[in-house]
């Protein structure tokens, strides 16, 4: 855990003094290719390490990808429009707010139903030892 602390408290030390030197030192635009080396690094070390994963063709669930969008579209425009119209004074708000749900209820209902969903529903199970 000290190493990780290490490279938290390091990077604020580091990053203004360092921005401050080059800056002084060269040119505000040196701030910026100072990260190049770690980048190359992190490409090569990637490529090297990182193998490709198998992949499996499923199906994709448009019903599935199309309800959740709706579904989150619609109770992001009720929360975001709610305080300048009144919240649910609005008709609005009311309209987007029982979209959202019913899109929701869909979402929820194929998910459960369905042989290949747009969210497998056991990424939400825990694991008992």
Known sequence: MSLWGMGVMIGPIMGPTLGSWLTDAYSWRW????NL?????????????MHQTPSRSLPFDWFGFATLSVAIGSLQLMLDRGEQLGWFDSGEILLEAAIAAA?????????LTTKHPFVPIQ???????
Do not use: D, K, Q
Request: hydrophobic letters at 70%; charged letters at 5%; zero cysteines.
């Open 37 to 49: 080396p770690f980048g190359i690094a992190t490409a090569l070390g990637l490529v090297a390490f």
């Open 123 to 129: 990424i939400f199970r825990t694991a008992i030892l």
């Open 103 to 111: 899109a929701l209820y869909y979402f929820l209902s194929h998910v």
């Open 31 to 34: 701030v910026f290719f100072i």
